[in-house]
C-alpha cells in the first residue's frame, strides 16, 4: 500500500501547483464584490457618509459616462474619478493614517488649491478639487458649491465626491491640519490662510561669530643683568583663563593666538604638592628650587611656590554672590548660555545652605531677576536659571553697576561678598571705556564687593577687558569650555575661587651678583610692579584664595656661564663680587613675600632665601613638580614664538611631561601631552566659516 501511496504523492509532485484561470479569477473577484455592494449598498459607513463608495462612484461614472460632449475640466475630472472606489478608498486611508498630511507638510494649502506645490496644475480650475476637499470644512465646501438647478453632471460628479470624501475624512481633518500646519508655516509663512508663528515660537538661530576675540599685547619680559637690576617685583596671580581659552583653539584644531598665551596662567593652571601651612597665622610660605633649564644647558631654572592655607569648610564664612550673567543675542550657541546655567548650578552645590544668591541679567538693558535667595531654596534659584534666554545688545556696564548695588545692599559682615560676571564677550551698550570700567571697580574694592570673571565661548571674547576688570576688581579670571572646566573652577576650587585667605600678595626676588649673571621672569608681564610699590601698602597685588597654589618661574644664568645674552659693558667699571666669606655667599637669591590679612590694611613679610641646598644637581634628581611645570612653561613659550627655547621642540616637551607627569588625579596633565600633540598638527588660522 505505501509504494502506491508514494507513487501518487510523487506524481503530484511531477505535476506542480495548479492555477486558476485568469478569467475565472477575475469573474470571482468581480462577482464577490457585486455581492458584497448588493448587501451593503444602504449601509453606512462612519457618521454619515451615506452609501459605499464602490455603488456611488459606479452611478457617478455611469453619469459621465453618458455625457458625451464635455469640457476640458469635465475631461479630466472623469479621467481622475475612473475607479472611483480605488481612489475614495486610497484618500481614505491615506487621511487616516497621516500620508496626505505628510505630502500637505512640504506644501502650503490655500482655499482654492496648493501654494508652492501643484498649484501649476490645478490654479485653472475653479472650484473645490477633490484633494482641497480633505482639509476644507464642509460647510464651506456647500456655501460654494453653486446652486443645483444650474449644476452640470460634471458639477453634481464633483461636488458630490468632494462632499462624500470631506464626510469620510472629518475624523481627520484636525489632525491633519494640526500636523500640516507646523511644517507649513515653518516654510511657507506667506501662503495665505497659514497661521504666522511668533518670533518667540521660532528656533532662534545659533550666534557664531569669529577672529573677534581681544587679547593684551604684552611682549616678553627681558634679560636682566644682575648687576644693573638685581630686583625684580610682581603681584601673584592665580588666573587660569589662558590654559582653558588655548585648550578650547587647540581642540578645534587651531593655534591660539600669541596674545592670547600667558604662561603664568598656563603654570598655575596645575596644582603642586607643595608644604601646605600648618595655621592661618602664617598663610604660605615659599618652596624653593633650582634644576637645569631643559632647553638651555647653560642656564638655570628657579622655582618659587606657594601653597596656601586650605580652609576647613566649618571655618568657611557666609557667602553674598551677585551673579551677573550676560544674556545677549551673542550668547546664544551650546557652549555660551546653556554651558552658564549648567555652570552657575554645579556651584551651587559648593555653598552653604545659609549663603546667599541673586542674579542680575545685561542684554540690551539690565535687570534683576532673583532677588537675594537663600541657597537653601534651591529650586527657586534652578527656575530662574533655567528661564534665561538670549537676545538683545550687551549694555554690561548697566549691570555691573546693579549687580555691584545689590550686593552691597544685602553684604554680609565679615563674609565674603562677590559679583561673579559671566559673559562672552565685549560690552556695546553704556560705557564701554575699559578705563571707566577699571575705574569704576576699583573704587567699589572700597565697599569690600570683589568682582570674578568667567568666559564662555569663542569668536567674540573680549579677554583684555575682561583681565582689566577681574585685575582691578580683586578677583579672578577663569574660561569655561566645558563643563569639567566648570567642575574644576566652581566645585574642586570653589575654595580659591571664592574664599580669600591673603590679599594684595606681592613677591620680590633679590639675585645675587656673585652667583647670577643674568636672569629674566617666565611669565607675569602684566603683574609687573616697579621695586618701590612692594612695600606700599596702597598699591594694589593679586589675591590667594583657600588651598590655592601659586608657581613663578625664573630662567637665570651662573656667573662663569660659557654664553650670556647681554655682553659686558666697555666702559662701566665691573661690579665688585661679595666676599666668598661674606653674608649669603651660596645664595642664589632672596625671596621676599608680603600680603595683607582678608579684613587687614597692614602687610607682612615673609622671607626665604635660595640656597645651594635647594639646587638639583641633574633633571632627574629635581621635584616632578618643579619638571613638570617647566614642560608647561617650554609649550607656552613655544607657543609665543619661541624666542628663548631654541630648538626645544613640541615632543621634547611631550619627554619631559610624561617622565615628570606623577600623580595625576583628575588627568589634567595626561590632558596637556595631548594638547602638545594637537599643536603639532594645528592649523595656524582658523578656515573662514560660510
Do not use: C
Not at 257 to 286: H, S
Not at 565 to 576: E, F, I, M, P
Not at 662 to 689: C, M, S, W
Amino acid at each position: 500500500m505505501s509504494n502506491e501511496l508514494d507513487k501518487l504523492a510523487q506524481a503530484f509532485r511531477d505535476e506542480g501547483p495548479i492555477l486558476p484561470r485568469e478569467e475565472a479569477r477575475n469573474a470571482a473577484i468581480s462577482a464577490a464584490m457585486d455581492r458584497f455592494d448588493e448587501e451593503n449598498a444602504s449601509r453606512v459607513q462612519g457618521k454619515s457618509a451615506g452609501a459605499r463608495l464602490k455603488a456611488k462612484g459606479n452611478t457617478l461614472l455611469d453619469a459621465l459616462r453618458r455625457r458625451q460632449s464635455m469640457t476640458a475640466k469635465t475631461e479630466r475630472l472623469g479621467y481622475f474619478l475612473t475607479g472611483s472606489a480605488s481612489l475614495a478608498a486610497l484618500a481614505l486611508v491615506m487621511v487616516n493614517t497621516g500620508i496626505i498630511p505628510d505630502l500637505l507638510d512640504g506644501v502650503g494649502v490655500t482655499k482654492h488649491g496648493f501654494v508652492n506645490g501643484p498649484q501649476e496644475v490645478l490654479q485653472d480650475q475653479p472650484g473645490p478639487s477633490v484633494l482641497n476637499t480633505i482639509t476644507t470644512p464642509k460647510a464651506e465646501l456647500d456655501q460654494a458649491a453653486p446652486a443645483p438647478a444650474q449644476q452640470s453632471v460634471a458639477q453634481l460628479t464633483e461636488r458630490e465626491t468632494a462632499k462624500t470624501v470631506g464626510r469620510l475624512a472629518a475624523p481627520a481633518q484636525k489632525r491633519a491640519q494640526r500636523d500640516g500646519s507646523r511644517v507649513r508655516a515653518k516654510f511657507f509663512p506667506q501662503a495665505a490662510g497659514v497661521p504666522q508663528r511668533t518670533a518667540d515660537a521660532l528656533p532662534a538661530p545659533q550666534y557664531e561669530d569669529q577672529g573677534r576675540d581681544k587679547f593684551s599685547a604684552a611682549e616678553d619680559n627681558p634679560v636682566k643683568v644682575t648687576a644693573e637690576d638685581p630686583v625684580s617685583t610682581f603681584s601673584v596671580d592665580v588666573d587660569t583663563a589662558s590654559y582653558a581659552f588655548l585648550r578650547a583653539s587647540l581642540n578645534r584644531g587651531v593655534l591660539p593666538q600669541k596674545n592670547a598665551v600667558r604662561v603664568e596662567e598656563m603654570i598655575n593652571y596645575f596644582d603642586y604638592a607643595y608644604e601646605v601651612p600648618a595655621t592661618r597665622a602664617q598663610p604660605f610660605k615659599a618652596n624653593v628650587a633650582v634644576l637645569p633649564t631643559p632647553w638651555n644647558t647653560n642656564t638655570k631654572l628657579l622655582r618659587i611656590g606657594i601653597k596656601g592655607y586650605e580652609l576647613p569648610k566649618t571655618e568657611r564664612p557666609r557667602t553674598n554672590l551677585v551673579f551677573l550673567l550676560d544674556t545677549s543675542g551673542s550668547m546664544r550657541a551650546p557652549n555660551k548660555l546653556p554651558l552658564l546655567r549648567s555652570s552657575f548650578k554645579l556651584l551651587l552645590s559648593s555653598l552653604q545652605a545659609d549663603d546667599t544668591v541673586s542674579i542680575v541679567t545685561y542684554a540690551g538693558s539690565a535687570g534683576t531677576v532673583l532677588e537675594p535667595t537663600k541657597v537653601s531654596e534651591r529650586g527657586k534659584i534652578l527656575n530662574a536659571l533655567d528661564r534665561l534666554h538670549a537676545g538683545g545688545s550687551t549694555a554690561g556696564a548697566e549691570g555691573i553697576r546693579q549687580a555691584y548695588a545689590l550686593a552691597e545692599q544685602n553684604a554680609v559682615k565679615d563674609g565674603v561678598n562677590r559679583v561673579i560676571l559671566a559673559t562672552d564677550g565685549d560690552f556695546n551698550v553704556g560705557i564701554t571705556n575699559p578705563d571707566e570700567l577699571k575705574s569704576f571697580v576699583e573704587r567699589k574694592r572700597k565697599s569690600g564687593v570683589s568682582l570674578s570673571v568667567l568666559g564662555f565661548g569663542m569668536g567674540n571674547y573680549n579677554d583684555a577687558l575682561m583681565q582689566t576688570l577681574a585685575q582691578n576688581g580683586n578677583g579672578n579670571a577663569a574660561y569655561i569650555d566645558s563643563l569639567n572646566e566648570a567642575r574644576k573652577v566652581l566645585v574642586k576650587e570653589a575654595g580659591s575661587t571664592l574664599f580669600t585667605i591673603a590679599k594684595d600678595v606681592k613677591l620680590q626676588v633679590e639675585f645675587n651678583p656673585a652667583k647670577v649673571a643674568e636672569y629674566r621672569l617666565i611669565g607675569y608681564e602684566t603683574r609687573i610692579l616697579k621695586r618701590e610699590d612692594f612695600n606700599n601698602d596702597k598699591v594694589d597685588a593679586g589675591d590667594i584664595g583657600a588651598g590655592h597654589t601659586v608657581t613663578a618661574l625664573y630662567e637665570i644664568t651662573p656667573t662663569g656661564a660659557k654664553t650670556r645674552l647681554v655682553d659686558s659693558l666697555r666702559y662701566q667699571q665691573k661690579t665688585a663680587a661679595p666676599d666668598a666669606s661674606g653674608l649669603g655667599a651660596d645664595e642664589y637669591a632672596f625671596v621676599k613675600i608680603r600680603y595683607k590679612q582678608p579684613q587687614g590694611a597692614k602687610s607682612t613679610l615673609i622671607t626665604t632665601p635660595v640656597t645651594a641646598a635647594d639646587e638639583a644637581s641633574d633633571s632627574t634628581s629635581a621635584p616632578h613638580d618643579a619638571r613638570f611645570a617647566a614642560a608647561v612653561a617650554a609649550f607656552g613659550q613655544i607657543l609665543k614664538g619661541g624666542r628663548y627655547t631654541g630648538t626645544f621642540s613640541y615632543d621634547d616637551v611631550i619627554k619631559l611631561a610624561l617622565d615628570a607627569k606623577g600623580v595625576d588625579e583628575y588627568g589634567h596633565r595626561a590632558e596637556f601631552i595631548n594638547l602638545v600633540r594637537a599643536a603639532k598638527t594645528a592649523a595656524a588660522l582658523a578656515p573662514q566659516k560660510r
